[in-house]
């Protein structure tokens, strides 16, 4: 058997081992637990062959653990006030009783088809998806427009302040390359020199020659008179 539920049932009723090559869908998980409730052997259809379905049938019917938790589960399935076919009957009868069972009739036969089949409910979500999806993009799109500005607005102060630092630069070089090529060697090779000229003051000394009022008389071979000389010094 394929480990659908149906098929688990019908085993169970009759109480027979179980051999179970599950598919897809539930099949897993019901095969799943005919393990662990010891009433079969699983077998995978992909690697299925003959030796491992012979030993499979082998085991569940000489096997009697297998035997045993299946009738264990039988007798607690059929332990019930009516047989499956008794209890369809009953419910037959009841439903013409109460003239259809109205209270019994699910609500989805009434409902329109898209209710049905939640159309409504997949276009709430995606209506909803769509507008948080819109939401999201234009707060990313106004955030990423300011973090651009203020990139933009950073990038445009660091340009000006590289330019500033760059024009200081030239000047502050153009001006030391003025003193050092022009003025520096003039400093140093003519320093200005002040030379104190002292100022010569040359006293002509002045002679006084004192002679007396006869002094042309010396020349008519008088005696020699005493001449007084004065220098002033300076």
């Given amino acids: 058997m394929q480990g659908g539920l149906q098929s688990i049932e019908e ?12 598919f897809f869908s539930d099949q897993d998980f019901n095969v799943k637990k005919i393990e662990e409730k010891g ?32 009738i264990h589960l ?11 076919m008794e209890r369809a009957i009953w419910w037959t009868d009841y439903v013409l009783r109460h003239k259809g069972a109205t209270h019994l009739r699910t609500a989805a036969v009434d409902m329109p088809c898209y209710q049905f089949l939640l159309l409504d409910v997949i276009a709430f979500i995606f ?12 707060a990313v799109r106004a955030l990423s427009s300011d973090l651009i500005a203020n ?55 002045a002679t006084t020659i004192a002679r007396s009022p006869s002094a042309s008389s010396c020349s008519n071979g008088g ?12």
Avoid: C, H
């Avoid at 039988?74 to 499956?84: C, K």
């Avoid at 001449?227 to 010094?233: A, G, H, Y």
């Fill in 11 to 22: 085993a169970l009723t009759v109480g027979v081992p179980l051999i179970a090559i599950p």
């Fill in 39 to 70: 009433i079969g052997i699983r077998l995978d259809f992909a690697d299925i062959t003959k030796e491992k379905l012979l030993f499979a049938l082998d085991k569940v019917i000489n096997d009697s653990r297998y035997r045993k938790n299946v």
């Fill in 74 to 84: 039988a007798t607690l399935l059929n332990d019930q006030p009516q047989t499956a």
């Fill in 127 to 138: 209506l909803i998806s769509i507008i948080v999806l819109l939401i999201v993009f234009i």
């Fill in 151 to 205: 990139m933009n607005t950073n990038a445009t102060a660091a340009e000006a302040e590289a330019a500033a630092r760059a024009v200081a630069s030239t000047i502050i070089w153009s001006s030391w390359q003025v003193w050092v090529v022009r003025i520096a060697p003039t400093r140093v090779s003519s320093p200005p020199t002040r030379v104190a000229t002292p100022t010569s003051r040359i006293a002509t000394p």
């Fill in 223 to 234: 005696g020699a008179r005493r001449t007084k000389v004065s220098v002033p010094l300076s």
